[in-house]
């Protein structure tokens, strides 16, 4: 069993940055991907950005190219999304994740943190 811890998240104005994090426990991730998603009130979990624990491929949506970076630092099992220029539309919960092949996909997705809210406001 895996646990995931997120923190970070908060009130910041457009244009803003945050760093939110994810600390792992329990059992060895070294194959797995981890996930960032989020979700806005109303709407679906979607798809934020994902790295490989071991080998460091990131993969990213479109709408947070270029503003947002996903990293891991193995040493303190932590996964970290940076997240700058952010825009109202980025508001929302946002949740850690582990899967065991890389996806876009929430189902693929087998364990999963508590979330953390992100407000920007405009």
């Known amino acids: 069993q895996v646990q995931l811890v997120e923190s970070g998240g908060g009130l910041v104005q457009a244009g803003g940055s945050l760093r939110l994090s994810c600390v792992v426990s329990?059992?060895?991730?070294?194959?797995?991907?981890m996930g960032w998603f989020r979700q806005a009130p109303g709407k679906a979990r979607v798809f934020v950005a994902a790295i490989r624990w071991s080998g460091g491929n990131t993969y990213y949506a479109d709408s947070v190219k270029g503003r947002f970076t996903i990293s891991r630092d193995n040493a303190k099992n932590t996964v970290y999304l940076q997240m700058n220029s952010l825009k109202p539309e980025d508001t929302a919960v946002y949740y850690c994740?582990?899967?065991?092949?890389?996806?876009?996909?929430?189902?693929?997705?087998?364990?999963w943190g508590q979330g953390t809210q992100v407000t920007v406001s405009s």
């Open positions: 329990g059992r060895t991730l070294s194959s797995y991907y």
């Open positions: 994740a582990a899967s065991p092949g890389f996806s876009y996909t929430v189902s693929t997705y087998d364990s």
